[in-house]
């Protein structure tokens, strides 16, 4: 999902406060306050190594019955810097999976067809992240790589029916994720987990209440709040941190999973979810550190958790993402 915060005004006190420590630390106002604003240079590059993982654990087992892992880096280069905006690219490599944690061939299969994948979007001149503008040629790519993960999977069914089956629920698919709402939808996870949170200001002891909007798949729009919460202030580390807790309003949440399983074609799950015994929740928090001399990522831990209630059976998924920069 992708979100958007409401947070136009503080725009305007990060434009009226002098930085108390000269320019060396511009995001540093005081001992105690920052704010978090971007200083790129045009040519600048990063990288850093994502390890993602997800756990589906049913009715409070200790054991999850199912855990996959994914580890992979991107590397993000300022392509273009204007008064207004800058122009970033994003690129893909080095997919790994542990051995212990392979579960799902097929997801493994599309992962590591985003070796090479790049993705270019613009934020504002704060760095928080505005859009993809690259969206047509990843349309054609991401054609191009389910048409190879159909031929990598064609030999596997022993029926003719499974076959078809599958390939019409990709081709279905393709037709869905490429769609320009989607693919906004479909690759601005890893972006926004960087960029989510820039051009605010932020004091310690003080949390920021905020209002958000979710732009989803199939151009679903859900509201949300959460609050940012700024942690630690290290002028010799060159680092703060901030905590960020978020969820979508309930109401609305049910309405988009039903969405959601229609989309996808779950025509049973869709009717589970009119149930008045159906309930669904979902939460993210998120732990980062920039830098105070330039607002790059240092680190970021994101951790949502969506649980599912039908009937006497609830499912708890939780989406674990450690991103840190290498270079």
Known sequence: MIKHLKLALLGLVIFCCVPLYGQEFPNLLAANRVTTVAYYEMGEARTFH???????????????????????????????????????????????????????????????????????????????????????????????????????????????????????????????????????????????????YYGIELTVGKPLQIELNYSTLNNFVLAGTGTITLNTVNKDADAFTFITSEAPNKEEMNAYIKDLFSFFKMDNMKEKASLSEFKFSSKAKTKFTLELSTGWLKTATHTSTNTFTIGKDTIKMVKKSVIKEIN
């Open 50 to 196: 994502v390890v993602n993982s997800s756990t589906k654990t049913k009715n409070d087992k200790s054991k999850p019955e199912k855990e996959e892992i994914v580890e992979y880096d991107i590397v993000i280069t300022v392509l273009e810097q204007e008064d207004s905006s800058y122009i970033m690219e994003m690129v893909y490599s080095n997919f790994t999976f542990p051995e212990t944690k392979r579960d799902n061939e097929l997801n493994e299969a599309i992962a590591q067809l985003s070796e090479g994948l790049k993705i270019k979007y613009a934020t504002d001149e704060l760095g928080r992240y505005d859009s993809i503008i690259n969206k047509a040629e990843l349309s054609k790519d991401l054609k191009l790589q389910i048409e190879e993960v159909i031929s990598l999977f064609d030999g596997t069914f022993e029926k003719e029916e499974e076959k078809e089956v599958f390939s019409a629920t990709m081709n279905y698919l393709v037709d869905k994720m490429t769609l320009p709402e989607n693919i906004e939808g479909l690759y601005a996870e890893d972006i926004l987990n960087i960029h989510g």
